[in-house]
Each structure stands twice: as C-alpha cells, then as structure tokens.
C-alpha cells in the first residue's frame, strides 16, 4: 500500500514511538492514540472547509445586508425620478405649447406680411408701368429707356414678383374690395406684358430693318450678291439670343399656368417668325434678281440649283437659329413660315422655268431636280424635308409641264412636220458610203462604232426621235412619257413610210421595202429597254343614243300635253336613261403598231421576191386553183370538165416554159435581191435578215410544193410528150434556189 507524504511521516513517528512499547496494554494505548490521532486527521480538512464555509456565508450576509440597502436606495431614487420626470413633462409640454403657439404667431405674421407684400408690389409695380407707359407707346425714347434700364433683368424679376400676387390675389375672393384690386391688377400685368411684347418687338424690327438697309446699300453699289451675303441669320439675329433668350426663358416657363404668358409667347413667336419673313421674302427676291442680272453667265439650270442650294441652307439656318430663341421650337409656325418661304422660291423661280425652250436643258433640269435634290439632298437632310419638298416637287411639275409643251412642240416640227432633204432619201447610196467607212481600216481598230457612224444610216427621223426618248426617260413620270412617246413613235413610224413610199418611187420597190423594215426592225430593238406600252386611252362620248332619244321625245311631249303625267313622266325619265351619252375608250399601243407594220412589211417583202422570181409559177398556180376549182363547182352539178393537161394555160410545153422561166428569173434577180437584203440587214439587223432568208425560203418552198403536186397528180409520167424534154425534179429547184441565199 503506498503512502501520502503525511501517512509516511507518520509511520515514521510510529516507528519511534513503538520501540517504548513492551506490553499489550501499552500497545493499545498507542494504537487509541494512533486512532484518535488519524480521526484527527481525517476530519481536520472538513473542518476546516466547514470554518471556510462559515466564513463566506457571514461575508454573503454581509454583502446581502449591504444589497438590500443598495436596493432601498434604488427605490427611493426611482421614486424621485418619477416625480421629476412627471415634473420634467409638465414642463415641456407648456414649453411646446409656448413654441407651437409663437409658430403660429409667426406663420401668422408672415401672411399678413405677405399679403401686404402682394399688394405693396402691386401699387409698386403699377406705379412703375404708369411711368414706363406715361410716355408715347412707339416712342424711340421709351426703347432706349428701357435698354438703358437692362430690360431683360427687369422684366425678369417684374415677373419673379407679380407671378405670387397673381396667385394671391385670384385665389384672394373674399378680402375687402379684391375686385377692384384684382382689376388694378390685371390692368398693370396686361400693361407689363405689352411693354415685354414692345420690347421684343423693337428689338427685332430694329435689327432686320438694319440688316435690309444693308442689303439695299449694297444693291445700289453692285446688282450682284455674293453668295456668302445671302444668309443674314447669322450675322443678324446672333446678337439677340443673349438678351432675349432669358427672357423667352422665363415666359416659357410660366405659359403653362398663365393664360396671358401664354398668349405673349405667341406674340413673340409670331414677332420674331414675322420679322424673319420680312428679312427673308427681300434678301431671297434681291438674290433672284441678282442671278437673273447675271443670266449671261448662268443658265436656268445653274441658276435653279443655287436657288435650291439657298433655300435647303436657309431652311437648315433657320432651324438652328429659332432653336437659341425658343425651347420648344413652334413647330406649326415654323412649318408655315419655312414653307410660305420655300413657295416664294418656287414663285420666282417659275418664270426661268417658262423661259426656257432648249429640251436638253429642260430635262436636265428635270433629272436634276428629282435625283440630286428631291431623292439625294431631302433623303439625307429628312428634318427639313417637310419644309421645301412641297415647293420642290411645285418646281420639278413646272419643269415638266414646260417639258411637256417643249416636247410636244419638238414632235410637230422635228418629227411630224419633218421634210428630208435629197441625201436624207439617197439610199443604197448612205449604206454603202457606211459600209465603206466600216471596212477601213481605222474603223476595225475600233471596239465600238461611234455615235455618229451609228445615226450615219439612219434616217434622220429614227435618230432625233430615240435621243429624244432617251432624255425624256428619266425627266417625266412613266404615264405622261408613255403618251409622249407613243405619240412620237406614231409619228416616226409615220415619217419612215413616208420614206420608204419616197425611195419606193426613186430606186424601186426593193429598196423602199427594205429601207422600211431596216428602220423599223431598228426602231423595235432600240424602244425595247423601255419599260412602257407606247399605249394611249383615247376617251370619247358617243352621242349616237342621245340623237335617238331625243327623236322619241316628241310623242312623250305629247302625252304629256294630253294630260297622261304619269305615262308622259315615265316616258320622259326612260327617254333620259336612254339618251345618255357613254364614253367609249379606245387603247391603242404604238409599239403594237410598229410590230404590225413590220410584220406587214415583211410580207410585202416576201410577196415581192415571189413576184420577182416566181411569177410565172405564181400565174400558172393562180389560174390552175381558179380551173380546178370551176371543175369542182361542175361535177358537183353532175357535168363534164376537161382535164387540166388539156388547157391552153397548162399544156405540158407551157409547164415546160414555165420552168425554164422561173429558172431564169432565179439567176437573173435573186443574187441582186439578196445582195440588197444583206445591205439593208446583215450589219444593222441580222436576226431579222435571217429570219426574212427562212421565211421566203419556206414560201418559195410551199409554192414549188404546190407546182410539184400538181404536176404528179395531173401529169403522169406516161402522158407526157415524148419530144418535150422532163421538167426539172423538186428536190433540183429547191438546190437551184437554196443556192442562191447568201451561205453566211
């Protein structure tokens, strides 16, 4: 068993102690001392925990005693809390009450105050107006007064101290005489604002009439303007802003809840656009009259665009310059100023327009107008758009009316009323001198044949007429260039014929049906990149059925004499219904003509090479159809021909001539035929030259079909004569005459 440390020191006094000890007795008394010694032992920390124990415990009642004083204490200090805090309250309640109550005196003192201060600057203000307006109203001394005075401050602040009397005495009904202040009132606001109005106006009449006085000094010196003298906006009314632009402030800002600021915004809007108009209308007329005086150096073109150039500048001018006046811009007025404007241009830009007389100038003008200003500058500019379109597409319809005049005009003399001279009919002649031209050897260095060796050939009618439908294209709406030019194509459709009727009676038939259908094969392919009809609507009344109702009114008058007013009235209305006139609309299509004409040209082409080369075969044809026909009609009524072998026109000796005839008209017409053809077409019209090769191809084809059948049918081989040699086969005469056609 181990030890602690006091057990050891223990055993060691035992051990001292137990060497005294020699019997029993003295050994239990040493082992009760032992016992009593570690009961000792044992009990003395509990008792001392106990006397620790007891210790804290009286210190614990010492610190509770002292707690419980404490807390009465507490106690009676809240006590004495309550009561000042009760007291504390009573206080502050009569303190605010005291504050409320000398707030109210306040708030109290500052309206009557108030009040008294409205009705202070009323008689203040009036008393000012009445000296201002005691003088004359227009008076040059009045204006500098108030320039003198520094207007625009003093209108502010007339405006900063009337706006709160205005509402106060409105708003003031039942105060002692407010109607008769209220009265006074408005009678001095009404004054004030038309000394504002005055002033506005004065400043800006001031300033334009200076500024055409300039202008007037220097169109007695020069009757010339510079372009950089004609926008006075800048150099005019630049100096306004800083001292009109606080005060347009001010009365923009209250012409929402004032009725009468509202209306002296008006005036002012209306003074300054008026003033601007004035400004505008006399600078816009001088520059006019100063391009006109300067006519010599400037066409009607030249001079429209810088009148354009001037009115887009101006519009965009304006804009910038009403935008330092006014926040928000008068749209509405601006709109009818600009525009009344851009209609002044219009008007004196009118008359260059009806001077002019040159088509190209006019449809240049016209391309000008529409591409660069309308679709170029309008398109970019779009805010100023709604401004000068209006006056712009008025001078674009001018330009074409003009245009349209001129054309028509141009058609009746160089088209309709045209007389060719000698060299104008002198064909073969021009092609071969072209032909000539086109083989030289500066001509085959060439890419593209000029313009000039083009119209060479051409008859003058054909050129003057596709150049002038060129330039119109794009210078008229597509309706009035598609009457324009049917009218036109008609006409030159007309001059060619005529031509061709010319050159028919000069050279031959040939040449004048070629001469027609050179040109106008020639005048369908150049009018086909046309995107237009050439059609015309021909409207008219047609008073055929009036002239027959009108005849039956006299037995429906004398009903009506008779006394039958029903029958007679129903008559009458039925005779009305029915003698209407209708209009009647006809179509026609001037390309649609020029097909025509050439398709019946080169029938008439065709027919005439048949005559050349197959007329015999033709007649004998001819009166072949009419005998077997007769001989139908016969043995339909049951008589008896004779055979066609046996007539004296188609005898086996005259087919035989016939033959030999057709043969020698062959060689001795066709190759001069078809060298007359490849003049007229192979250069200038090679689809229609092949297409005019295969056509009598085929038809001389389709006759020699016919000669052939009736030749196997009524001519057998047996019946012919023994001493009249065989007629040549089919398949030989189609060679002889597939020869004869040019091989390329």
């Known amino acids: 068993e181990e030890l602690t440390g006091e057990n050891q020191k223990e055993a060691v006094i035992t051990e001292e102690t137990m060497g005294s000890i020699e019997t029993m007795h003295e050994f239990y008394q040493w082992f009760d001392g032992i016992e009593d010694r570690v009961e000792r032992d044992a009990d003395r920390v509990y008792i001392s925990y106990i006397e620790r124990l007891k210790q804290y415990q009286h210190i614990c009642q010492q610190v509770m005693a002292r707690i419980d004083t404490s807390l009465d204490h507490v106690l009676s200090l809240q006590d004495h809390y309550q009561q000042v805090l009760l007291?504390?309250?009573?206080?502050?309640?009569?303190?605010?009450?005291?504050?409320?109550?000398?707030?109210?005196?306040?708030?109290?003192?500052?309206?009557?105050?108030?009040?008294?201060?409205?009705?202070?600057?009323?008689?203040?203000?009036?008393?000012?107006?009445?000296?201002?307006?005691?003088?004359?109203?227009?008076?040059?001394?009045?204006?500098?007064?108030?320039?003198?005075?520094?207007?625009?401050?003093?209108?502010?602040?007339?405006?900063?101290?009337?706006?709160?009397?205005?509402?106060?005495?409105?708003?003031?009904?039942?105060?002692?005489?407010?109607?008769?202040?209220?009265?006074?009132?408005?009678?001095?606001?009404?004054?004030?604002?038309?000394?504002?109005?005055?002033?506005?106006?004065?400043?800006?009449?001031?300033?334009?009439?200076?500024?055409?006085?300039?202008?007037?000094?220097?169109?007695?010196?020069?009757?010339?303007?510079?372009?950089?003298?004609?926008?006075?906006?800048?150099?005019?009314?630049?100096?306004?802003?800083?001292?009109?632009?606080?005060?347009?402030?001010?009365?923009?800002?209250?012409?929402?809840?004032?009725?009468?600021?509202?209306?002296?915004?008006?005036?002012?809007?209306?003074?300054?656009?008026?003033?601007?108009?004035?400004?505008?209308?006399?600078?816009?007329q001088l520059y006019v009259r100063s391009l006109r005086a300067n006519s010599e150096q400037l066409d009607g073109m030249a001079i429209l665009r810088k009148v354009v150039q001037y009115l887009v500048q101006q519009c965009l001018s304006e804009c910038s310059m009403v935008s330092k006046f006014f926040h928000p811009v008068p749209s509405e007025q601006m709109t009818a100023f600009l525009q009344e404007f851009a209609e002044g241009a219009h008007t004196s830009v009118r008359p260059i327009v009806l001077r002019m007389a040159a088509i190209e100038d006019i449809c240049s003008l016209a391309?000008?107008?529409?591409?660069?200003?309308?679709?170029?500058?309008?398109?970019?500019?779009?805010?100023?758009?709604?401004?000068?379109?209006?006056?712009?597409?008025?001078?674009?319809?001018?330009?074409?009316?003009?245009?349209?005049?001129?054309?028509?005009?141009?058609?009746?003399?160089?088209?309709?009323?045209?007389?060719?001279?000698?060299?104008?009919?002198?064909?073969?002649?021009?092609?071969?001198?072209?032909?000539?031209?086109?083989?030289?050897?500066?001509?085959?260095?060439?890419?593209?044949?000029?313009?000039?060796?083009?119209?060479?050939?051409?008859?003058?009618?054909?050129?003057?007429?596709?150049?002038?439908?060129?330039?119109?294209?794009?210078?008229?709406?597509?309706?009035?260039?598609?009457?324009?030019?049917?009218?036109?194509?008609?006409?030159?459709?007309?001059?060619?014929?005529?031509?061709?009727?010319?050159?028919?009676?000069?050279?031959?038939?040939?040449?004048?049906?070629?001469?027609?259908?050179?040109?106008?094969?020639?005048?369908?392919?150049?009018?086909?990149?046309?995107?237009?009809?050439?059609?015309?609507?021909?409207?008219?009344?047609?008073?055929?059925?009036?002239?027959?109702?009108?005849?039956?009114?006299?037995?429906?008058?004398?009903?009506?004499?008779?006394?039958?007013?029903?029958?007679?009235?129903?008559?009458?209305?039925?005779?009305?219904?029915?003698?209407?006139?209708q209009l009647l609309a006809n179509k026609s299509s001037s390309k649609r003509d020029v097909e025509k004409e050439l398709i019946r040209t080169t029938d008439r082409v065709v027919l005439h090479a048949l005559q050349l080369a197959l007329k015999p075969l033709m007649d004998f044809l001819s009166q072949a159809s009419n005998f077997l026909n007769e001989q139908v009609r016969a043995s339909a009524k049951g008589a008896q021909g004779g055979s066609l072998s046996q007539q004296n026109f188609a005898t086996p000796a005259v087919l035989q001539r016939t033959t030999t005839a057709v043969k020698s008209l062959m060689d001795q017409h066709l190759d001069k035929f078809f060298q007359q053809v490849h003049l007229y077409l192979h250069t200038h019209c090679l689809d229609t030259e092949t297409n005019l090769y295969n056509t009598i191809l085929n038809v001389f084809v389709q006759q020699l079909s016919r000669f052939y059948t009736i030749v196997d049918k009524y001519y057998p081989p047996d019946t012919w004569p023994a001493d009249l040699p065989s007629l040549p086969t089919q398949d030989d005469m189609v060679n002889l005459l597939s020869s004869k056609f040019p091989q390329n």
Not at 87 to 103: A, D, F, P, V
Not at 122 to 136: G, Q, Y
Request: net charge positive; glycine share 4%; with cysteine.
């Open 87 to 284: 007291k504390t309250n009573k206080i502050r309640g009569s303190c605010e009450k005291l504050l409320r109550e000398k707030e109210q005196l306040a708030v109290f003192a500052d309206r009557v105050w108030e009040k008294l201060h409205s009705y202070d600057n009323l008689e203040v203000v009036a008393r000012r107006v009445d000296e201002l307006m005691s003088k004359n109203a227009m008076h040059t001394e009045l204006i500098d007064l108030m320039r003198q005075m520094d207007p625009r401050l003093m209108f502010i602040r007339f405006m900063r101290q009337t706006d709160p009397c205005l509402m106060f005495i409105r708003s003031a009904t039942g105060y002692h005489k407010s109607a008769a202040y209220r009265t006074k009132f408005w009678q001095t606001h009404s004054r004030a604002l038309a000394l504002v109005k005055l002033f506005v106006v004065s400043n800006l009449r001031s300033h334009t009439s200076a500024r055409i006085r300039e202008y007037r000094a220097k169109d007695g010196k020069s009757p010339t303007l510079r372009d950089a003298d004609v926008h006075p906006s800048r150099t005019a009314f630049d100096s306004l802003v800083p001292s009109l632009r606080p005060l347009f402030a001010n009365v923009e800002a209250r012409a929402g809840e004032h009725e009468s600021y509202s209306q002296l915004l008006t005036d002012c809007q209306y003074a300054y656009i008026s003033e601007r108009q004035r400004l505008l209308d006399f600078v816009g």
């Open 367 to 581: 391309s000008m107008v529409r591409s660069e200003i309308l679709m170029d500058q309008l398109q970019r500019r779009k805010e100023i758009a709604v401004y000068v379109k209006t006056a712009i597409q008025r001078i674009l319809e001018d330009v074409q009316e003009r245009l349209m005049f001129v054309a028509q005009v141009f058609i009746r003399d160089e088209i309709e009323c045209f007389r060719p001279k000698e060299e104008d009919l002198d064909y073969p002649t021009q092609l071969q001198k072209v032909k000539e031209v086109a083989d030289s050897p500066e001509e085959r260095t060439k890419r593209f044949p000029s313009l000039a060796a083009v119209f060479s050939y051409w008859y003058p009618t054909l050129g003057i007429t596709l150049v002038f439908l060129s330039k119109l294209y794009l210078a008229l709406p597509k309706r009035i260039f598609e009457e324009i030019a049917s009218e036109a194509l008609s006409h030159c459709t007309g001059t060619l014929v005529f031509a061709s009727e010319h050159i028919g009676g000069r050279r031959g038939l040939t040449d004048g049906l070629l001469f027609l259908m050179m040109h106008l094969a020639i005048l369908r392919e150049q009018i086909s990149p046309f995107d237009i009809e050439f059609s015309t609507v021909e409207r008219r009344l047609d008073f055929s059925s009036s002239i027959h109702g009108f005849s039956n009114m006299s037995s429906v008058v004398g009903d009506l004499f008779h006394g039958k007013w029903n029958d007679s009235l129903r008559g009458m209305w039925g005779v009305i219904k029915s003698s209407s006139p």
